[in-house]
């Protein structure tokens, strides 16, 4: 079945320690992304890779690292949580960059930080 | 499941009428357009999407109306059901050449029986 995948679903921790969210995707896609939800704010993009060892930030980078080693796997890290990044996250893929391709989305992971 | 949804604008409907969702975009530059729906729990999914150089597209129960002129979206569907009840967000793709979505606020579709 053609997926994004991430884990964990649900993380709760505290101010400063380093956490990683993995996202995987088996759909041979180029690009992927992830985005943060917030209450009446929407989607907005943290980080996107147009494809292996190429990231950019997007909209609201801080606070957030990404890597892109393998086509499959988008980790998100966050060196140092604050509680200003409680959020719900998703990963994101798509085909290629060419704008106009459907992004698939993962069931998101519920982040607090407390 | 995840709330998302806290403080969006609903539109209430019965059972088998037809549901209008707006939506206002910002750049006048941008060239496509989606709609997602958003399930509780779940990840955004992709209903329809709509080019810059058309006005109207039909998907199976839903129509994506484009008005340029006014910068505005909005998605139609007929004979709503209850599955439809979800949030519905419009994302439009800001940057020509790369896929750079900003989504809307989202609004939520409540279908009464």
């Known amino acids: 079945e053609a997926q994004v995948t991430q884990n964990p679903r649900y993380l709760i921790t505290v101010t400063g320690k380093k956490l990683t969210v993995t996202c995987s995707q088996n759909?041979?896609?180029?690009?992927m992304s992830w985005y943060r939800q917030d209450p009446g704010l929407g989607l907005r993009q943290i980080y996107y890779?147009?494809?292996?060892?190429?990231?950019d930030k997007g909209d609201v980078p801080e606070g957030y690292k990404v890597s892109r080693k393998e086509k499959r796997n988008f980790p998100l890290i966050l060196e140092s949580p604050s509680p200003n990044q409680t959020s719900l996250y998703f990963c994101?893929?798509?085909?290629?960059?060419?704008?106009?391709?459907?992004?698939?989305f993962g069931p998101g992971t519920r982040l607090t930080v407390t | 499941g995840e709330s998302v949804g806290l403080h969006l604008p609903t539109l209430s409907v019965q059972e088998g009428d037809n549901s209008i969702i707006n939506c206002a975009y910002s750049?006048?530059?941008?060239?496509?357009f989606i709609w997602y729906k958003q399930e509780s729990g779940k990840g955004p999914q992709f209903i329809i999407d709509?080019?810059?150089?058309?006005d109207k597209r039909q998907g199976q129960r839903v129509t994506v109306l484009l008005n340029k002129t006014v910068k505005h979206l909005s998605l139609q569907i007929a004979a709503t059901q209850p599955g439809d009840s979800a949030v519905y967000f419009c994302a439009e793709n800001a940057k020509k050449g790369y896929n750079k979505l900003i989504f809307g606020a989202g609004t939520r579709l409540a279908v009464h029986p």
């Open positions: 994101a893929s798509s085909l290629s960059n060419g704008g106009d391709y459907e992004q698939y």
């Open positions: 759909m041979n896609h180029e690009y």
């Open positions: 709509i080019r810059s150089n058309m």
């Open positions: 750049n006048s530059a941008s060239d496509y």
């Open positions: 890779s147009m494809n292996v060892e190429v990231t």
